[in-house]
Each structure stands twice: as structure tokens, then as C-alpha cells.
């Protein structure tokens, strides 16, 4: 089965409203990261949040390890917020600093 | 600050004909290097990794190779493409593993 699972798989929300983005790991992590990828496909780390909650700005991170889940929250959101979000884990015990990628939230934001 | 710098940005191929990516680091002495692969609509997965200069790591087995002939570059290459290989081709560092990953903005590859 898939090691990270994001959900949803999609969102459209009206600008201003709040998101809620979601991921899970099957197997124990030492860390994860989220990132935001544009249009064109590059990637911008968003967080790096091996645990705990961590904010900027209009988002906020919350990764709790033991329960192998992690959240993506964006407030108020905007158009430009639009694109991909993915989360991706290091596995405990590896040292090849892989990332095991989700296959992403889509997020729509409409004026 | 440390900037990371992929060639070319976008390339057009023909099946069987040869291919060399390249991506530079500067600003980060002796950093560990990864080269990232997404199929077009798929999961990003991780190709190789290097930790330091002449040494490098494969992940996942996709006919391609990867070499680091100096600290700060990295550079992915094949003698024979396959349209399997299309997508899009992420370089990328970190100061370790377990550590923060920074990308590149990536290379897109088409193979008619």
C-alpha cells in the first residue's frame, strides 16, 4: 500500500475561506516536509516540521510523530495560494535522506 | 545564500537518443545531492542520491545514471532513452539526511 496518503485529493474553496490539508504515514518517520508545487512543477518547501506545530505567515503546520499524521492548515486563503501541496516522509533508520512523496492535494482557490 | 541551478530547463528527444542533466549547487560546501523523477500525473520518487564527491547511490533502477564529478554539481545522463523517461526532473540538496531538502526548479523532458 501507498507509505503517505494526502487527503483530500482535491479543494476548491472561495478566497477567504480556511483549508485543511491532511497526510498520513503508514511506516515511522523521522521526518517529513511539506511543499507546495507550482504549475510549471518546481517545488517550494513550505515546512519542515519533523514534529510540533510550526507557523508562517497564514499557514500552520501541525506533525505529530507517534500518531505517524501531519497537517496542512492555510487561513483566509487567497488565489495565489492555488497549486499542488505535497507532503513527503524520511523513513526511520534510513540514511539516504529519500523522501517518500504523496501524490498531493490539489487546491483551487475562486475569487 | 545557496543557490541551486538546473540545465537546461526544458528538452525535446528522440527515442534512443542520449541525454545529460546537470545541476549545480553554490553556496554549501559538501552537500548531499538527489535527483527526483515525476511521470507527468505521477508520485515524485527519489533516482539517486550522492553524498559526496565520486560517490553516488541508486534508488530506483530506470536505466539512467548519475555522477558527481565535483562538490558542487551533479549531473544525470543516459546513453539511450526510453519514452518512459519522459517527465519531469527534480535536482535537489540538503545538509544531511534527515535534514530539509531544497530543489531546483527542474527539467522538463519530453521523448517522442
Known amino acids: 500500500g501507498q507509505q503517505v496518503q494526502q487527503s483530500p485529493t482535491s479543494l476548491v474553496l472561495q478566497e477567504g475561506e480556511n483549508a485543511e490539508l491532511q497526510c498520513n504515514f503508514s511506516?515511522?518517520?523521522?521526518?517529513m516536509q511539506w511543499f507546495y508545487q507550482r504549475p510549471g512543477g518546481s517545488l517550494v518547501s513550505v515546512f519542515y516540521?519533523?514534529?510540533g506545530t510550526k507557523q508562517s505567515g497564514r499557514l500552520t503546520s501541525t506533525t505529530v510523530i507517534k500518531e505517524r499524521r501531519s497537517s496542512l492548515h492555510i487561513s483566509s486563503s487567497q488565489i495565489t495560494d492555488s497549486g499542488t501541496y505535497l507532503c513527503a516522509m524520511e523513513r526511520s533508520h534510513t540514511n539516504t535522506g529519500k523522501l517518500t512523496f504523496g501524490d498531493g492535494t490539489v487546491l483551487t482557490v475562486k475569487p | 545564500a545557496q543557490t541551486i541551478h538546473q540545465w537546461p530547463v526544458a528538452e525535446i528527444k528522440a527515442v534512443g537518443s542520449p541525454l545529460s542533466l546537470g545541476c549545480t549547487i553554490k553556496?554549501?560546501?559538501?552537500?548531499?545531492l538527489y535527483w527526483y523523477w515525476q511521470a507527468t500525473g505521477g508520485t515524485l520518487q527519489q533516482l539517486f542520491y550522492?553524498?559526496?564527491?565520486?560517490?553516488v547511490e541508486s534508488v530506483v533502477q530506470l536505466n539512467l545514471s548519475a555522477s558527481r564529478p565535483k562538490d558542487d554539481q551533479f549531473i544525470l545522463s543516459t546513453e539511450k532513452l526510453l519514452l518512459s523517461h519522459s517527465g519531469f526532473y527534480l535536482c535537489a540538496w540538503s545538509l544531511g539526511s534527515n535534514e530539509r531538502l531544497f530543489f531546483g526548479h527542474g527539467t522538463k523532458l519530453s521523448v517522442l
Open positions: 553556496g554549501k560546501s559538501s552537500p548531499n
Open positions: 511506516t515511522s518517520l523521522n521526518s
Open positions: 550522492s553524498i559526496t564527491v565520486g560517490q
Open positions: 516540521n519533523p514534529s
